[in-house]
Structure formats: structure tokens, C-alpha cells
């Protein structure tokens, strides 16, 4: 089982439109959750943290839930420029390193 | 305000030959990170460096070596290049290890 877990899409979703992604992860030693959004043939950057009670930024919230061990994005009022993969991110305690999810690609269609 | 470059940016390999990728950072980082990335796979990290001197193996770590004899940089060696080692390669750097990674812009490598 792979320790971090995205559907990889592709979301074709319509401008405007609200859509949100899921991501499971394996270790229950998990502390640290980020969203990191790739746009094609660039560079991963970081999008949002994600905490316990959950955060927004902007169009943009981020919910984790330790219990059934996923996180999750929700983005509102999508515009064209959302269009980039989304990737799932953990660090475990301990750990010097964050591992990757494979992405969820977010296409907004105009 | 430079952050992480990485040369080359593409460079085309035959099977056999060596080279070495550059990663340089310049916001005083303790922890580098080696990944590549290919369809379907995500992100896989190769090798890291929690501090100048110090090199830690990562996930996919073999058919690769890594230096980190300035702080500032950390190589990737690739000793004898095969097609399976064609893909993208981004470097990252980090203050704490677990929180705002900062990539490089990547290098595309092509093995024939």
C-alpha cells in the first residue's frame, strides 16, 4: 500500500464551480500535512498547510481528519488559473523528509 | 533572490555515460533533497543531506551518488546511465526538513 494515496483524475471541472479532492495516507505517525500545487512541466510549490482544525486561504480550505487518516481540499469559485495537478504531502515524526503523493490533475474548463 | 538552480536544465544521455547534476541553494539550508519524477509515480526521493558532509539514502536510491561538501550545494551523480534513469529531476531545500520545501526548476534527462 503506497503511504500517501490521490485519486489521479483528471478533474475536468467547469469555471466557477466548487471541487474537492481526497487523500489518504498510510502512518498513523503522520504530523505534518501540506497541499503542494505543480503546474505542467514546472515545479512543485507549496499551496496551504493543512491543521487539525482545519484552515483557509482565500477560495481555498484544507480539513484534515486523523481518525480515518485522509485530508482533504476544497476550492471555490474556481478560475482557469486553478488548472495544475495537486499533490498530497505527509511528513511522520521523526522524519526529516516529506513524502509525495502522485497527484490529482485539476483541469477548469472556461 | 535566486533560491534553488539546478544545471542542467536538459541534457540527453547515451546508455554507459556519466554525469553530474548541480543543485545550489541560497537561503543558508540545512536539508537538501534529491528527487525524480516520472508518469504515474509521483515525486520518489533518491538522496538527501540533513547538513553539509552528510548524505542519507531516500527511496530509489540506487544507480546514484550525491556530495554535499559546501552547504550551499548538493550533486547527483549518475556513474553509468540507463535508460530506466530517464526522467525529471528536482532538487529541493528545506530550513526544518519537514515544512516549506523549495524546489528547483528541475532537470530533464533523457538516457538513449
Known amino acids: 500500500r503506497k503511504e500517501v494515496e490521490q485519486d489521479p483524475g483528471p478533474f475536468n471541472v467547469p469555471e466557477g464551480a466548487t471541487v474537492a479532492f481526497n487523500c489518504t495516507y498510510s502512518?498513523?505517525?503522520?504530523?505534518?500535512f501540506f497541499w503542494y500545487r505543480q503546474d505542467c512541466r514546472k515545479e512543485p510549490k507549496l499551496l496551504m498547510s493543512v491543521y487539525s482544525s482545519g484552515n483557509e486561504d482565500g477560495r481555498f480550505t484544507a480539513q484534515l481528519n486523523r481518525a480515518s487518516q485522509y485530508i482533504s481540499l476544497l476550492i471555490r469559485d474556481s478560475k482557469l488559473s486553478d488548472s495544475a495537478t495537486y499533490l498530497c504531502?505527509?511528513?511522520?515524526?521523526?522524519?526529516?523528509?516529506?513524502?509525495f503523493g502522485t497527484g490529482t490533475r485539476l483541469t477548469i474548463i472556461p | 533572490n535566486a533560491g534553488v538552480t539546478q544545471t542542467p536544465k536538459f541534457r540527453v544521455l547515451k546508455t554507459g555515460q556519466s554525469m553530474t547534476l548541480l543543485c545550489a541553494q541560497d537561503m543558508n539550508h540545512e536539508y537538501m533533497y534529491w528527487y525524480r519524477q516520472d508518469p504515474g509515480m509521483g515525486l520518489r526521493l533518491i538522496h538527501y543531506?540533513?547538513?553539509?558532509?552528510?548524505?542519507a539514502k531516500g527511496e530509489v536510491p540506487d544507480g546514484y551518488n550525491v556530495s554535499r561538501l559546501k552547504k550551499q550545494n548538493f550533486l547527483l551523480g549518475l556513474e553509468s546511465a540507463a535508460p530506466s534513469q530517464t526522467s525529471v529531476y528536482f532538487c529541493?531545500?528545506?530550513?526544518?526538513?519537514?515544512?516549506?520545501?523549495?524546489f528547483g526548476s528541475g532537470t530533464r534527462l533523457t538516457v538513449v
Open positions: 504531502v505527509v511528513n511522520n515524526r521523526g522524519n526529516e523528509k516529506l513524502t
Open positions: 529541493a531545500s528545506s530550513s526544518t526538513g519537514y515544512y516549506g520545501y523549495t
Open positions: 502512518n498513523s505517525a503522520s504530523q505534518s
Open positions: 543531506s540533513v547538513g553539509e558532509g552528510t548524505t
